[in-house]
């Protein structure tokens, strides 16, 4: 974290983006809990980061292996909250997701976004 908040050029992210699908679960999983973190705290909160973000997890939310899993949806409940979108215009955004896990994130999200009102 405090790398991320001393790295001024973003150097850093795209190497953090590039862990999110790496072979190891624990590399995958500490790479996710380290830009969950970073967006709850505000580092990565502008719009360029966000997409990056937003793209290049959107493909965990499937994964196979739960922590890599749950880290993901963490991931995208915190870039929800930041965007404040429609949820079904947000989900519609999430792409290799079988229905099911689809209903799954949209019902997490409801369900963030009753607890904030």
């Given amino acids: 974290m405090a790398m991320l908040k ?5 150097t850093i992210n795209p190497e953090l983006l590039k862990r999110f699908r790496n072979k190891n679960v624990k590399i995958a999983s500490f790479s996710l809990e380290m830009a969950g973190e970073a967006l709850r705290s505000g580092l990565l909160g502008d719009e360029t980061n966000l997409r990056a973000i937003f793209k290049a997890v959107s493909g965990n939310a499937g994964h196979t292996n739960k922590e890599v899993r749950d880290a993901a949806i963490e991931v995208i409940r915190q870039i929800y909250r930041l965007t404040s979108d429609d949820i079904g215009v ?14 799954e994130i949209s019902d997490l999200l409801q369900e963030s976004e009753r607890q904030s009102s």
């Fill in 90 to 103: 947000f989900t519609k955004h999430l792409t290799g997701l079988r229905p099911i896990q689809l209903k």
């Fill in 6 to 10: 001393r790295d001024k050029s973003q």
